[in-house]
């Protein structure tokens, strides 16, 4: 198919491969949601150069600067229940991320917000996105006396990193976001010591964000035999956002389409999608974060089940209502970690 006969472009993609495609598609006009790519810069494109970018939007996940908010989040809930279950005075903190474009915003982040939450940083790791033995790397940090990972992978050295720290037992809770870990295969590719690793996620077998969420899971489990991840929304960029936009304006015209699709909200399985404006109010066309509109969710396995374990009871702010979508789950410390320092 010649790309004149292409209307819309929608998919997954590492953040490298998107910005050289989404320059191919804006030359020749194309609506391009993009799903699977977190950085920042690919809707910065928009907001700078409206004319040349505004057929590009978002579609999964929201930027990389909110999923390490939203991992600083969980990191900090954790932190304050291995703090008060086990009496530990000042969590130490080990930033693991791999080496990849969309995971650099973190590190000076971590480095300015982890100490605001009254934590330490035992140290900053950058393996390979496709490493097979970080054994030197958990070596270093167990060294370092550290109570928790923050892990930021998107590659399979998620599951090496889980399974050698679970067979070594090292005493730190894991959280951050693990996306090895989101994928049902996760307690088999680590052989059980993957156990009680949390990670960001999208989707729960038993957690209801709203309405659309328990049909879709299910649809999607008795279908392909797994729990969808986050790159499963294609499917509701397709459903929920270009096909209602072309039942409402009929047409295919995509200057058109742009109009109607950077300001319109909707539901899909895994929340509320809007597009914002930047500060100077330029539009950016990049996900809201934030309660009613997308969270994620953080999931945790448990003795071989992944179970959905945050927004618990949490509040995005001094006076704002509490969030907890039904089917969450107590988060649970590993056992070692108890044995360590439980006084």
């Keep these: 198919m010649t790309r004149d006969k292409v209307d819309f472009v929608v998919g997954g993609f590492r953040t490298e491969a998107v910005l050289a495609m989404q320059d191919i598609a804006m030359d ?9 790519a977190a950085h920042p810069e690919l809707c910065l494109r928009v907001a ?11 579609g999964t996940p929201f930027n990389s600067s909110f999923l390490v908010r939203t991992s600083f989040i969980q990191m900090a809930t954790v932190g304050t229940i291995l ?22 915003p973190l ?19 950058r393996p390979s996105p496709v490493a097979t033995d970080v054994t030197a790397e958990l070596s270093a940090i167990q060294r370092a006396d550290t109570h928790l990972f923050l892990t ?28 090895e ?3 049902d295969g996760f307690w088999q590719a680590t052989q059980g010591n993957g156990n009680y690793v949390m990670t960001l996620n999208t989707y729960n077998r038993n957690v209801e964000v709203n309405e659309l969420t328990k049909p879709f899971v299910d649809k999607y489990v008795k279908r392909f035999g797994e729990t969808p991840t986050y790159t499963a929304d294609t499917y509701g960029a397709i459903i929920y956002n270009i096909v209602p936009v072309i039942e409402m304006t009929g047409t ?9 699709m950077e300001t319109r909200e909707f539901k899909t399985p895994g929340g509320r999608v809007a597009y914002v404006k930047d500060e100077q109010g330029r539009p950016l066309h990049d996900l809201k974060w934030g309660p009613g509109y997308l969270t994620s969710l953080g999931v945790q396995w448990q003795d071989g089940q992944q179970v959905g374990v945050w927004p618990n009871k949490w509040k995005a702010a001094e006076g704002a209502p509490e969030v907890t979508y039904k089917g969450i789950m107590p988060y649970k410390i590993a056992p070692w970690i108890v044995e360590k320092y439980k006084q």
């Design 83 to 104: 703090s008060k279950s086990l009496n530990i005075p000042k969590v130490r903190v080990a930033v693991v991320a791999e080496k990849a474009m969309w995971a650099d």
């Design 28 to 36: 020749y006009k194309k609506i391009f949601i993009g799903c699977g």
């Design 181 to 183: 870990s989101q994928k």
């Design 152 to 179: 930021v992978f998107s590659s399979s050295v998620g599951i090496p990193f889980a399974r050698q720290a679970g067979e070594l037992k090292i005493p730190a809770a894991q959280v951050g976001i693990n996306v």
């Design 252 to 260: 295919l015209d995509a200057d058109r389409l742009v109009k109607v």
């Design 107 to 125: 590190i000076p982040a971590a480095e300015g917000f982890i100490p605001k939450l009254g934590m330490e940083i035992s140290g900053m790791w």
């Design 48 to 58: 700078n150069d409206y004319d040349t970018y505004k057929y590009f939007f978002r």
